[in-house]
């Protein structure tokens, strides 16, 4: 079971950029996904959080109104679409699955998860 995370990069304040996460394995359901990131010196933290139905997301007050998370379970594929970037997003940013509905803010809720894709936002 392995979650591989792509997309991002460099991109100017402002602008937008999207994330890929791929699952291998038969992981993306009933789970949750979600997306969660770490800036340098700083703690991992929640950003959203789809259910496996798609129906259903969560957003980080910080990027609310700016992302939107999207998956295909189907294809075992989620995405993190980014708007309005500003400087403080910039982050790794993570893919993970949990197998709980209900604590999709708590990494410690998920199970398996990417290694990471570095969005940098310049000013």
């Known amino acids: 079971v392995q979650l591989q995370a792509s997309g991002g990069g460099l991109v100017k304040a402002g602008r937008s950029a999207a994330i890929t996460c791929r699952g291998f394995?038969?992981?993306?359901?009933?789970?949750?996904m979600g997306w969660f990131r770490q800036a340098p010196g700083k703690e991992r933290e929640f950003v959203a959080a789809?259910?496996?139905?798609?129906?259903?997301?969560h957003y980080a007050d910080s990027v609310k109104g700016r992302f939107t998370i999207s998956r295909d379970t189907a294809e075992n594929l989620g995405y993190l679409e980014m708007n309005r970037l500003i400087p403080e997003d910039t982050a790794v940013y993570f893919c993970?699955?949990?197998?709980?509905?209900?604590?999709?803010?708590?990494?410690?809720?998920?199970?398996?998860w990417g290694r990471g894709t570095q969005v940098t936002v310049s000013s």
């Open positions: 789809i259910t496996w139905s798609g129906g259903i997301q």
């Open positions: 993970a699955v949990s197998p709980n509905n209900n604590d999709y803010d708590r990494s410690a809720e998920y199970v398996y």
């Open positions: 394995g038969q992981i993306f359901g009933p789970y949750v």
